[in-house]
């Protein structure tokens, strides 16, 4: 088995499918940490959905307990359903999402002074093996990708 054929199978176990093949040949050809690349975007995309697909739970559980108990009270007796709730919340999440993927890009957003944003540290994702050890690759711009993996069928 090659190195292609091992990612392929990696991908595609993790969902990539069609284009598990292009992901694997992406890694190996060109040195990418697309496997984590993939991995990370995949979790943040099941974090992102389960805001619509989990709606009737945590609508139900807010009701009774939480910050937004009065919040989705309201909606609920201005006639919104919990499936209403989780499009809008799944919605927020993903643009929470992508605004914290493209901040690990560039996390200059212009809200300083420029003579301050240029002392101030940056951040960076790095790959790690199954061990726990870094590999030296990191995870660059992530946002990129985010829409791409958006899973089909998701709530809208």
């Not at 909606?75 to 919605?91: C, M």
């Not at 493209?102 to 200059?108: R, S």
Request: net charge negative; charged share 25%; aromatic share 8%.
């Amino acid at each position: 088995m090659t190195e292609i054929d091992r990612l392929t199978a990696l991908f595609s176990a993790l969902g990539a499918d069609a284009d598990a093949r292009d992901w694997a040949e992406s890694e190996v050809e060109e040195g990418l940490p697309q496997l984590a690349r993939y991995r990370l975007l995949r979790t943040v995309w099941q974090d992102v959905d389960a805001w619509g697909t989990a709606a009737p739970q945590w609508v139900a559980a807010y009701r009774t307990d939480g910050a937004a108990a009065d919040a989705v009270g309201r909606a609920l007796a201005a006639g919104l359903t919990p499936e209403d709730l989780g499009t809008l919340a799944r919605e927020v999440a993903r643009e929470t999402a992508f605004g914290v993927l493209y901040a690990l890009t560039d996390p200059a957003d212009g809200s300083l002074p420029a003579e301050v944003e240029e002392q101030l540290p940056g951040w960076r994702l790095a790959e790690l093996t199954p061990a726990g050890a870094p590999t030296g690759r990191h995870l660059d711009a992530l946002h990129e990708d985010f829409a791409e993996l958006e899973p089909k069928g998701g709530v809208s």
